[in-house]
């Protein structure tokens, strides 16, 4: 690996270990990031199935499972939706978590790394 004023670096496997860490982490970072998006947008469409089912004037309604939809009382669907919209939000609060705890760990080796390195690494995203 060649530093910004030409001499040569030497890497460790140590520092190979660490930049592999690194690379892990930026991986899961991105799947973690859409996974939150698509954590919020159920969390929105249960909202939003629970505002309608407020609107509704049936006592029978069309709830889906699966591929199928089934008519079920209308309060039977209110606290399906209750239980799946709290279950969207412990998870979606379960992946937030792992993201700050992976962006802690990114920081961390950044540290490391830029320290040894300086410059002749690059671990920004352009």
Do not use: C
Request: aromatic letters at 6%; proline letters at 1%; hydrophobic letters at 35%.
């Amino acid at each position: 690996m060649q530093q910004g004023s030409g001499s040569e670096m030497e890497v460790t496997w140590e520092d190979q270990l660490n930049i592999n860490k690194f690379s892990r982490l930026n991986n899961r970072f991105h799947e973690l990031q859409e996974e939150i998006k698509i954590a919020k947008e159920k969390n929105e469409n249960l909202e939003d199935a629970s505002n309608e089912l407020i609107l509704t004037d049936e006592d029978i309604v069309r709830f889906q499972i699966g591929e199928v939809f089934a008519h079920i009382p209308k309060e039977d669907v209110e606290d399906r939706l209750e239980n799946m919209k709290e279950d969207a939000t412990k998870q979606l609060e379960r992946l937030e978590v792992e993201k700050e705890s992976v962006v802690a760990q990114m920081a961390d080796l950044k540290k490391i790394l830029y320290g040894k390195f300086k410059d002749s690494i690059n671990l920004e995203e352009d």
